[in-house]
């Protein structure tokens, strides 16, 4: 049976990355202008989907999230003795606000995400290989609401205390397409050309939803992708026709959300460097292998040569990343904006106590999370809402050991223009 779900788990994987690789694309005309022609989403439509569905039906069990705790793979439960580190009162204004400059917490009425594997939960509580493939999007660092902070810290959970009528947070195991993925619209293997697809995706959604009310309700969007480019495209592909392509990709989305979501605030995280999973110590064999097979650009020797030139490459996606956020267009309307949270800009794993890297953080695979590790990028990517532009931390920390609240002299999620007085004019 092993073998069988081992099999299945593999050629669902390999479809995925055929169905996202430019390569095959590039053979098909780009109908829609979203970056994905028609044939392929009939193509997921008709085939991919459904095995997806029958993978993660069979791969799912109760028994891994005991597991997951027995191993320390999940956060330590919070008793319900110790209190939210935040104080609540005052974290949602009295009266809606107009302006971006001006939200408070609790005043984020709808959540979503966009991003690939590391948003949509792969891996999350998995015991083996086949079990990465189970998307956990309940526990979705950005975009999962499952539980609460107490077991599961996220982002949606997080924004719950302050507000506990939030909506569009996802929950339980399922796939982008599935009802219960809400608004988190992450897809496996999707890479930062998929951004302006994803995107529009969400906004359809968003506005498809009853709940919705468009003009009022004031909406949080994290988006982070790009591991995947730097894992299985950057080795074949021209540097400076993938960094224009990415620059229009993700202008255009940008545009797409400020034109069609009013009150949005986009939270948009910088990519982690991935060469560093090449320091990672103590990897098991099956890692090993597995890491070649999903990041072959950084870990097959036969690209060695190229890595310099790749984290050039990173450096000026980083590089024109934080220069379209700077550009006027997105600061003329007083209810979109679009923050750089930089916390995952240079990351670096923890280590145990022998001094090697401490795998509990990461998922069967060693490349993408356990809950732990995603709750404390939960923890990171909220801290840097709270810290002002221009001085956000860079890295993560311990869960908890730093968790920054607003206050009575700082209430607002931090902006370009609210971090530029102390008082948050």
Not at 193 to 214: A, G, P
């Amino acid at each position: 049976m092993y073998m069988v779900l081992l099999c299945l788990s593999l050629i669902t994987a390999l479809l995925g990355q055929s169905i996202i690789s430019q390569a095959w694309l590039n053979r098909y005309a780009d109908e829609d202008l979203s970056g994905i022609p028609q044939i392929a989403l009939a193509f997921q439509d008709k085939h991919y989907y459904p095995l997806r569905r029958t993978v993660q039906a069979l791969l799912r069990s109760p028994s891994r999230i005991e597991w997951a705790r027995t191993n320390n793979k999940t956060q330590k439960a919070v008793p319900e003795a110790i209190e939210f580190p935040c104080k609540t009162n005052g974290t949602r204004s009295m009266t809606t606000p107009t302006s971006v400059h001006q939200i408070r917490p609790g005043d984020i009425d709808i959540i979503g995400s966009i991003g690939d594997s590391l948003t949509a939960g792969y891996g999350t509580l998995s015991r083996n290989l086949p079990e990465v493939l189970i998307e956990e999007r309940g526990l979705s660092w950005s975009g999962g609401g499952e539980g609460t902070w107490r077991e599961y810290l996220t982002l949606p959970n997080i924004i719950k205390v302050f507000n506990p009528d939030l909506f569009g947070y996802s929950y339980g195991a399922s796939l982008a397409e599935q009802r219960a993925s809400q608004f988190n619209v992450a897809e496996g293997a999707a890479v930062s050309q998929d951004i302006f697809y994803m995107t529009r995706e969400l906004v359809k959604r968003i506005k498809n939803d009853k709940r919705v009310k468009l003009n009022e309700h004031w909406k949080l969007i994290t988006i982070w992708i790009g591991a995947n480019t730097f894992c299985t495209q950057i080795c074949y592909e021209d540097h400076n026709k993938l960094t224009q392509l990415y620059y229009e990709k993700l202008h255009r989305a940008l545009s797409y959300i400020k034109n069609n979501l009013p009150r949005t605030i986009v939270n948009f995280v910088l990519d982690f460097n991935v060469q560093i999973l090449m320091s990672m110590s103590g990897r098991p064999e099956v890692c090993k292998i597995n890491n070649i097979l999903v990041c072959p650009c950084v870990f097959c020797t036969q690209f060695k040569q190229q890595i310099p030139q790749m984290m050039k490459t990173l450096l000026d996606f980083h590089k024109f990343e934080k220069n379209i956020v700077e550009m006027e267009e997105f600061k003329t309307q007083d209810d979109f904006t679009v923050i750089i949270q930089p916390f995952a800009e240079h990351l670096s794993f923890p280590l145990n106590r022998l001094n090697k890297t401490d795998l509990t953080f990461f998922a069967a695979d060693c490349f993408h999370f356990s809950q732990k590790g995603y709750a404390t990028f939960a923890n990171a990517l909220w801290n840097n809402m709270m810290e002002p532009v221009g001085h956000k931390s860079t890295n993560w920390t311990n869960l908890f050991d730093r968790f920054l609240c607003p206050t009575a002299d700082s209430p607002f999620i931090k902006t370009w223009k609210n971090s530029a007085t102390k008082d948050d004019v």
